[in-house]
């Protein structure tokens, strides 16, 4: 982002990243509660109003996302049942609708293995050659989706598909992937391709006018 501050805190549509990221989930009245993973450092959470709600706990993350969803699910311990829900959303999707919420929730809220927002893909993928420049293949997209978050497990299932995939060396990048780890498959559940990822500042640009979409 070169930015002066981390992604989640930069400002957009009058509330940083972060706060439009955990609102829905703040406002659900089937969210018992919220677990914000912060970096040891972290010197901006304190100022956001956020920091005093009183569903809202923090945790200290780790050195990628596995590790810090596996502290947070470790920090919720005493709280957590092995057959609760447990939603794990990324701080940087500030554009989640209560409709893909609500319809994650009633697609999983039944099934043995849990499952996450996705979308099909829609481009027509390359796949790169040993330069990284030129085109060595075209990839069937038919069977291919795009992983969103929030993804939802059990508590159980979940701590227990990371343990095992940290203890053995598996690197994963979602919930979903430790699961599938585990020998199962997650539900796939249709989301919004306006719950979009910041990643670059064009991606900031496209957040601010979704989301003030939204409100009109």
């Given at each position: 982002?070169?930015a002066?501050r981390?992604?989640?805190?930069?400002?957009?549509a009058?509330a940083?990243?972060l706060?439009?990221?955990?609102?829905?989930l703040?406002?659900?009245?089937?969210?018992?509660?919220?677990?914000?993973?912060?970096?040891?450092?972290?010197?901006?959470?304190?100022?956001?109003?956020?920091?005093?709600?009183?569903?809202?706990?923090?945790a200290?993350?780790g050195?990628?996302?596995q590790?810090?969803?596996?502290?947070?699910?470790?920090?919720?311990?005493?709280?957590?049942?092995?057959?609760?829900?447990?939603l794990?959303?990324?701080?940087a999707?500030?554009?989640?609708?209560?409709?893909?919420?609500?319809?994650?929730?009633?697609?999983?809220?039944?099934?043995?293995?849990?499952?996450?927002l996705?979308v099909?893909?829609?481009?027509t993928?390359k796949?790169?050659?040993?330069?990284?420049l030129?085109?060595?293949?075209?990839?069937?997209?038919?069977?291919?989706w795009?992983?969103?978050?929030?993804?939802?497990f059990?508590y159980?299932?979940?701590?227990s598909?990371?343990e095992?995939?940290?203890?053995?060396?598996v690197?994963?990048t979602?919930?979903?992937?430790?699961?599938?780890?585990?020998?199962?498959?997650p539900?796939?559940?249709?989301g919004?391709?306006?719950?979009?990822k910041?990643?670059?500042?064009?991606?900031?640009?496209l957040?601010?006018?979704?989301?003030?979409?939204?409100?009109?």
């Amino acid at each position: 982002m070169d930015a002066e501050r981390p992604k989640q805190y930069l400002m957009l549509a009058g509330a940083t990243v972060l706060e439009h990221a955990i609102r829905p989930l703040l406002a659900h009245s089937r969210i018992e509660g919220i677990m914000v993973m912060l970096a040891a450092d972290d010197e901006f959470w304190p100022t956001l109003p956020l920091a005093s709600a009183p569903r809202v706990q923090t945790a200290l993350g780790g050195a990628a996302r596995q590790h810090s969803v596996l502290n947070g699910l470790v920090a919720l311990e005493s709280k957590a049942g092995p057959e609760d829900w447990i939603l794990v959303h990324d701080g940087a999707r500030p554009c989640l609708g209560t409709d893909e919420l609500d319809t994650l929730m009633a697609a999983v809220e039944h099934d043995q293995v849990g499952g996450l927002l996705a979308v099909p893909v829609a481009d027509t993928l390359k796949r790169a050659d040993e330069t990284g420049l030129r085109c060595e293949a075209t990839l069937e997209r038919k069977a291919l989706w795009s992983a969103q978050t929030p993804q939802m497990f059990r508590y159980r299932l979940l701590r227990s598909a990371l343990e095992r995939a940290l203890a053995q060396g598996v690197d994963v990048t979602d919930e979903a992937a430790a699961v599938e780890f585990m020998g199962h498959r997650p539900r796939l559940v249709r989301g919004s391709s306006r719950n979009i990822k910041i990643t670059g500042r064009d991606d900031l640009i496209l957040a601010e006018a979704l989301l003030r979409s939204a409100v009109k």
